[in-house]
């Protein structure tokens, strides 16, 4: 498992500043979420991770120096390949050692095994987010950025697909980075919660999440958990 050390000191686009001073640490195996406005910079800071973006005043640091961690990353949109079934849109991204049982173990956690030859255009949304979830998965990341990976989905259908990402988390723990809009989501799912200013995109806090992966079953435990927040953190009532 990887840690992360953000220090962004600046990233800039021709009309904006977007990220200014963040600093932000992971811990190894830790689970953390990033709740901000809309268009606050986000999924800039993910590509910044990631390698995407490279055009910023700063440094990130993915484990120790001279290492070359693994990345999975799930975007907003599946990005899918149209052409390519299901399995074949996850097995671009095998190496030659991983076996055919380590994918049909994955599609099989994600309850996918029996659309797995089908093309992307027969899916569901849901289904679609699935095979996405897979594909980060799969390469056995040390570090995995999620961008709201579960938006435009419906509540049922966005728990299930949540729970089963935590099962395959719990089964291979490596460190998370995780972008939602939704304080109920991320309570459930975090170890940490990071809440950030917009304009430019600041920390404005972190929280940590008291309970066990257990007692987060409970809705009106984690309510009452959000409820406490808003008083304690009136400056963040827009984000709560």
């Given at each position: 498992?990887?840690?992360?050390?953000?220090?962004?000191?600046?990233?800039?686009?021709?009309?904006?500043?977007?990220?200014?001073?963040?600093?932000?640490?992971?811990?190894a195996g830790e689970f953390v979420c990033?709740?901000?406005p809309s268009g606050c910079g986000k999924t800039t800071l993910l590509?910044?991770?990631?390698g995407l973006d490279t055009s910023y005043?700063?440094?990130?640091?993915?484990?120790?120096?001279?290492?070359?961690?693994?990345?999975?990353?799930?975007?907003?949109?599946?990005?899918?390949?149209?052409?390519?079934?299901?399995?074949?849109?996850i097995q671009l991204v095998l190496d030659q050692q991983q076996t055919p049982d380590s994918l049909d173990a994955l599609l099989d956690a994600m309850h996918l095994l029996e659309v797995q030859h089908q093309y992307p255009e027969r899916l569901s949304l849901g289904m679609s987010r699935r095979v996405a979830i897979i594909r980060a998965?799969?390469?056995?990341?040390?570090?995995?950025?999620?961008d709201e990976p579960f938006v435009s989905l419906d509540a049922p259908t966005a728990r299930q697909v949540r729970e089963l990402l935590l099962q395959l988390w719990q089964q291979r723990p490596h460190t998370v980075l995780f972008v939602t809009h939704d304080l109920r989501e991320a309570i459930a799912m975090a170890d940490r919660l990071v809440f950030l200013s917009a304009n430019p995109m600041q920390v404005v806090c972190e929280v940590p999440v008291p309970y066990s992966r257990a007692q987060r079953?409970?809705?009106?435990?984690?309510?009452?958990?959000?409820?406490?927040?808003?008083?304690?953190?009136?400056e963040l009532k827009d984000l709560l």
């Open positions: 498992m990887t840690t992360i050390n953000i220090n962004i000191r600046n990233k800039r686009y021709p009309q904006a500043t977007v990220i200014s001073d963040f600093r932000l640490a992971l811990n990033l709740l901000g590509n910044c991770l990631s005043e700063g440094e990130v640091l993915l484990g120790e120096k001279h290492t070359h961690p693994k990345i999975g990353y799930i975007f907003q949109n599946p990005r899918l390949l149209p052409w390519r079934t299901v399995r074949e849109n998965f799969a390469i056995n990341p040390d570090i995995l950025l999620m079953q409970d809705e009106t435990l984690l309510e009452d958990f959000r409820m406490q927040l808003k008083s304690q953190y009136p």
